[in-house]
């Protein structure tokens, strides 16, 4: 809307000042003319002329200095061209004169000020009163030359071409209000896009076929660390990190319209981010655009690898632990070998000794076996004991093969006595 004002508003100032010139040479040129008595005329008409055009010229001058532009469409101004019209056409032939057609041309000229029906109509009822004026004139100063057919007749040529000229006016007029209603429109979808693209939660990036970003949103030259107008021009593909497949994926986005995958993005501070990215093509003003939106996963690819170490570190404690619980197990059933063996030996003869197997023993020295017998009983006791809060592999057996089997006690020796 502002640009259909502004051009209006230069054509009437291209228009002032065109005409502005012209009267400065007509006024030059018919000056000398008249003084040399080339043309023929009283004084007071030509001083009524200077007169009048030195004031329409002051007024135009006026005008352009202080820039109000706005009374170049007014009443005031048309009113000078009607009398600077009329006063060439009375003093060309008065209604005779062929000059009446400058009220033709002033009213398509007309078209330039206003283009509204009721406007042109208007001011083509000002021409003919002007014209109707000039024959008053001529018929009350010397009479009528010209048949008052041929005067109707000039009248209607008058009134035809403002009714044309308005026609035309009226179809431009709706053309541009059309065009004036389509780009307020535009501006208002681009205004609702622009600002759908600024409260989207992630970047968004829109480049044409040549890989050229032609828009983003807030949050993608953030993301970037670029601003608007330098992110503008620059090629997408130059932020996106290149591992020898992305002219391979560029060149498949060209041809299916789309993709999606994970991407690693370089900010212009170089900062590697990991994206999720999704780009679809679009088609506006007949050319291919493409809009991409990055999803930023750099949080969760930490995590991600994060919970891949740790996972890692715990598999190698648990092979330790595994390792550590062989080595107890194996320490127990070295240590239950190594010590029940003897003692089951030393159990025996104290065995045979306390059934005197081995010839008679005296009451002290059956006391004194009995007290061995228990102490090694005992010791067994402990070792069970050790092995049941031990390893399970000591337990059940599931021992690495370097140790030997598990010591099976004798079932024949009898559980301990544990009276003192």
């Known amino acids: 809307m502002e640009s259909l004002t502004e051009s209006r508003r230069t054509l009437i100032l291209r228009v002032e000042r065109t005409a502005l010139i012209g009267r400065y040479v007509a006024f030059f040129l018919i000056a000398p003319l008249y003084i040399a008595g080339y043309l023929e005329g009283p004084v007071r008409n030509m001083v009524i002329i200077t007169g009048l055009v030195i004031a329409h010229n002051l007024f135009a001058h006026w005008v352009l200095l202080t820039n109000r532009d706005r009374w170049f469409r007014s009443s005031f101004n048309m009113a000078f061209y009607l009398i600077e019209c009329s006063l060439l056409v009375l003093l060309t032939g008065a209604e005779e004169s062929t000059a009446f057609a400058v009220y033709i041309l002033l009213i398509i000229g007309f078209i330039a000020y206003s283009r509204r029906l009721a406007d042109i109509l208007g001011f083509t009822l000002a021409c003919c009163g002007a014209y109707g004026a000039v024959v008053l004139i001529e018929l009350y100063a010397v009479g009528l030359a010209m048949p008052p057919g041929m005067i109707v007749v000039r009248f209607i040529l008058i009134a035809m071409a403002g009714w044309v000229t308005a026609r035309i006016g009226d179809q431009l007029w709706t053309i541009e209000e059309g065009y004036v209603s389509q780009a307020q429109a535009l501006a208002s979808s681009e ?224 559980p301990p006595d544990d009276t003192p």
Do not use: W
């Open 191 to 414: 205004a609702l896009l622009r600002t759908t693209l600024n409260t989207a939660a992630d970047p968004i990036i829109v480049f044409d076929d040549n890989e050229l970003i032609t828009d983003a949103n807030e949050h993608a030259c953030d993301f970037l660390g670029v601003p608007h107008h330098e992110l503008q021009g620059q090629r997408f593909r130059s932020f996106l990190f290149d591992d020898g497949t992305l002219p391979t994926k560029i060149a498949a986005l060209r041809s299916r319209g789309e993709t999606m995958g994970e991407e690693i993005v370089l900010s212009a501070e170089g900062e590697e981010r990991h994206v999720e990215l999704m780009i679809r093509s679009f088609i506006r003003d007949g050319r291919r655009f493409f809009v991409a939106v990055m999803h930023d996963i750099t949080d969760r690819k930490q995590l991600q690898e994060s919970n891949r170490i740790a996972n890692a570190n715990l598999e190698h404690l648990n092979q330790e632990i595994r390792k550590l619980d062989n080595l107890k197990a194996g320490f127990f059933v070295t240590m239950s070998q190594r010590v029940r063996s003897p003692l089951s030996a030393v159990l025996g003869y104290i065995e045979m000794l306390l059934g005197e197997e081995l010839g008679e023993i005296t009451f002290e020295q059956q006391q004194a076996l009995q007290t061995c017998r228990k102490s090694i009983l005992r010791i067994f006791r402990l070792i069970d004991e050790a092995q049941d809060f031990g390893p399970s592999g000591a337990k059940e057996g599931l021992l690495d093969e370097s140790f030997p089997p598990h010591f099976v006690d004798d079932p024949d020796v009898s």
